[in-house]
């Protein structure tokens, strides 16, 4: 399992974008492709962050050691958001540029989503070998960008909805847990292998 | 040796409605009942004119039933199972003639007609649905509005066992509408008992649903068992669990944005993955049927 090369991860990870894409030539996306395609690409931009965000705390409690996939799984994180705002911009509002611009001044929970989106950049951008030696210390307190950027993420999935649908309440939850982990003192768990 | 057909590569069960746009389907319609025979003329059709309805296949897979469950396509898995036969209608309040009805009693006499009309959401997309149905005005009538009616409020069933929605509590359920009583009298009001030349399909509001065109269509409330007229404005269902989002007219206004997205253009569904957006008729596009029913109104305050 340890031994997976990262490449696989990567390579996983094109998975749920090939499923859309299939979804969309066989006319199975449904009558109103622009908002599946749309809310689909979010929803995985969560997974992906969730699957990030799980990484130590699964070390903590289990001591199964998945740190050299979490680049691949903040990266992955990083492309779909790309892809859904793209999605945003391009299909659904057809670059109507006034009123996407009136839209994210006036609108909190489009403020929370770009906000959030542009953690994400921020941290994909000083995600390689590079950026983590020339920011030293630094680079770890960047870092913790991640945690605001998933709540944002999370709350921007709610906001929108008109009702929150049990579905939102377990993302919710789940990223709460995985943030208030955070909170723990620093060395809770299994931090080696028995 | 099978012949090709429009139909090729669809799956047997798939009715040619269902992929077939409207007036390719009327005319064979027509043709099969041998032209002359057709049941219901097309009606006189209200502005917005040349309104291309959606498939039969956008109409009732794409559905806001939350009573059978948050996702669009809830109400097309789940609402077959809802019972619609018996039905009845209570009509009580404000009327001379109070009492509770068999459907078929209800819709006895009604002018049964097709009425094209756009449906736009609050959440900014839009379809053309051939409704059949017949205007409330001719049900109240038929009920006797008494002098002090100024509202008919308007209740969806209730019966958890059969609509899964219904037992989660988001929602205060029954579903609960309502129009002022001028707005429930205008003639383009209906009450829908079909679509597509055909009875309305559960998901749709089975059997017996409101349609108001200029109005965002969580108005038009489905499967309804109660129609009270009464004195005082009833409460609604949005209203009541988002007051600053959901007002009790919620007429189509592309000036007036929802707090959370701007009301200026739509989607059109079914005019695919590369349509562009279009702008948001006032009213709906039936600004010279109703505006007048709004005179001297503020419309950014009775949103």
């Known amino acids: 399992m340890r031994r997976l090369p990262v490449a696989v991860v990567y390579l996983a990870a094109l998975v749920p974008l090939g499923w859309i894409v299939w979804l969309v030539l066989s006319g199975g996306i449904g009558v109103d492709p622009v908002k599946e395609i749309e809310h689909r690409l979010g929803k995985i931009a969560l997974w992906f962050l969730a699957l990030g965000l799980a990484v130590t705390p699964l070390r903590r409690l289990t001591g199964v050691n998945l740190l050299r996939y979490r680049r691949a799984l903040g990266l992955s994180a990083a492309f779909y958001v790309g892809l859904h705002i793209l999605a945003w911009g391009w299909l659904d509002m057809r670059w109507l540029w006034a009123q996407m611009a009136g839209d994210l001044l006036k609108r909190p929970y489009l403020v929370a989503g770009m906000a959030s989106a542009l953690m994400i950049a921020v941290l994909a951008a000083t995600s390689n070998g590079v950026s983590v030696r020339a920011l030293g210390a630094r680079w770890r307190v960047l870092h913790r960008l991640t945690y605001p950027a998933a709540a944002l993420a999370v709350g921007h999935y709610l906001w929108q909805m008109k009702v929150i649908t049990p579905e939102g309440w377990a993302w919710a939850g789940v990223m709460t847990g995985l943030l208030a982990l955070r909170l723990l003192p620093r060395g809770w768990g299994v931090t080696r292998r028995a | ?303």
């Open chain 2, 1 to 303: 040796m099978p012949r090709r057909s429009p139909t090729s590569g669809r799956k047997p069960w798939e009715k040619w409605s269902e992929v077939t746009p409207h007036s390719v389907w009327l005319d064979r319609r027509a043709l099969m009942a041998g032209g002359a025979a057709m049941m219901l003329a097309p009606a006189a059709r209200a502005a917005p004119r040349d309104l291309v309805p959606n498939s039969r296949k956008d109409i009732t897979t794409y559905n806001n039933f939350y009573e059978f469950g948050f996702d669009k396509g809830d109400p097309a898995r789940y609402a077959g199972r809802l019972t619609t036969d018996p039905w009845s209608v209570r009509i009580d309040g404000l009327v001379e003639r109070p009492g509770s009805w068999p459907l078929d009693d209800v819709l006895k006499g009604m002018p049964l007609d097709e009425h094209i009309t756009r449906l736009r959401c609050v959440e900014a997309w839009s379809m053309v649905i051939p409704w059949i149905g017949f205007p409330l005005a001719e049900l109240l009538r038929r009920a006797g509005p008494r002098p002090g009616a100024k509202y008919v409020a308007f209740e969806t069933l209730l019966r958890p066992e059969e609509m899964p929605g219904q037992r989660r509590r988001s929602i205060d359920w029954p579903y609960r509408e309502g129009l002022r009583l001028d707005e429930a009298m205008h003639p383009l009001t209906l009450l829908a008992t079909g679509l597509y030349g055909a009875a309305l399909p559960n998901q749709n509001g089975a059997p017996l649903r409101l349609v108001v065109p200029w109005k965002y269509g969580f108005k038009s409330i489905k499967s309804i068992v109660r129609i009270t007229l009464t004195d005082t404005q009833p409460v609604t269902t949005w209203p009541a669990l988002q007051p600053t989002e959901y007002g009790f007219y919620a007429n189509v206004n592309p000036r007036v944005d929802h707090p959370r997205w701007s009301q200026a253009t739509e989607r059109v569904i079914g005019a695919g993955l590369f349509a562009p957006r279009v702008p948001t008729e006032m009213f709906n596009g039936y600004a010279e049927e109703v505006a007048s029913l709004y005179a001297g109104m503020d419309l950014r305050t009775f949103y």
